[in-house]
């Protein structure tokens, strides 16, 4: 068995945008950059974070309102779970490891 350390699979520079940002421009920067996900950040301190999921979901739940009136940490989950670069999983499936680092934060044995 190996270990495979968070560092090793990590984004080294996620893409960022500031928890006030209203979710027009939260969903503009995920087109230009090709991502599914930004994380919000404030002072250089983790917020949150953004998917095209919660875009979604609101534009689904919030119709009435324009998209430039909400702001990102609005809908963005309250709990936020983080891991250190250093720590590891010998779990051997990557993808099943990034995923889980990145929505349930439990990897299937």
């Known amino acids: 068995?190996?270990?495979?350390?968070?560092?090793?699979?990590?984004?080294?520079?996620?893409?960022?945008?500031?928890?006030n940002a209203n979710l027009l421009e939260c969903a503009k920067k995920m087109v230009k950059k090709k991502t599914g996900s930004l994380l919000l950040?404030?002072?250089?301190?983790?917020?949150?974070?953004?998917?095209?999921?919660d875009?979604?979901?609101?534009?689904?739940?919030?119709?009435?309102?324009?998209?430039?009136?909400?702001q990102a940490k609005d809908i963005s989950p309250k709990k936020i779970a983080v891991i250190k670069p250093i720590a590891f999983n010998t779990n051997?499936?990557?993808n099943a490891l990034r995923a889980s680092l990145l929505f349930?934060?439990?990897v299937p044995p």
Request: charged share 25%.
């Open 1 to 19: 068995m190996y270990k495979i350390l968070v560092s090793d699979i990590m984004t080294r520079e996620p893409l960022v945008i500031s928890p």
């Open 92 to 94: 051997p499936d990557i």
């Open 104 to 106: 349930s934060f439990t």
């Open 55 to 70: 875009i979604l979901w609101a534009l689904v739940k919030k119709s009435q309102k324009d998209l430039s009136s909400i």
């Open 41 to 53: 950040v404030e002072k250089k301190k983790l917020i949150g974070l953004i998917s095209t999921q």
